[in-house]
């Protein structure tokens, strides 16, 4: 399974940038999926979280301004943002947990990283 992740960019802040992130290979089927995030110098933190049945869960520093999405037919999912602020400044991945064959454990499959810059 690979993912690919896109869209991110240099914003102002109060602006809007809109990720996505498609997975290929070879999928039996997908569970949850979600964004993640990497500040300069800071560890990697929880976004937002969708699952299957489309429940969704954010960070509560994005409450309000982010939003995430899935489109199962593409494999994809998104994480639409506003009111950018200079804070959101990180790398952005994009997760998964996915079975590749229907006899296979769920496994965690991480994308390559994504820029996003908030900044005047």
């Known amino acids: 399974v690979q993912l690919q992740a896109s869209g991110g960019g240099l914003v102002q802040p109060g602006g809007s940038l809109r990720l996505s992130c498609a997975a290929s290979?070879?999928?039996?089927?997908?569970?949850?999926m979600g964004w993640y995030r990497q500040p300069p110098g800071k560890q990697r933190e929880l976004v937002a979280t969708?699952?299957?049945?489309?429940?969704?869960n954010y960070a509560d520093p994005v409450k309000g301004r982010f939003t995430i999405s899935r489109d199962n037919a593409k494999n994809s999912v998104y994480l639409q943002m506003s009111g950018l602020k200079p804070e959101d400044t990180a790398v952005y991945y994009c997760?998964?947990?996915?079975?590749?064959?229907?006899?296979?454990?769920?496994?965690?499959?991480w994308g390559q990283g994504t820029q996003v810059t908030v900044s005047s």
């Open positions: 997760n998964l947990v996915a079975r590749p064959r229907s006899f296979s454990l769920p496994l965690s499959y």
């Open positions: 290979g070879s999928i039996f089927s997908i569970s949850d």
């Open positions: 969708i699952t299957s049945g489309d429940s969704t």
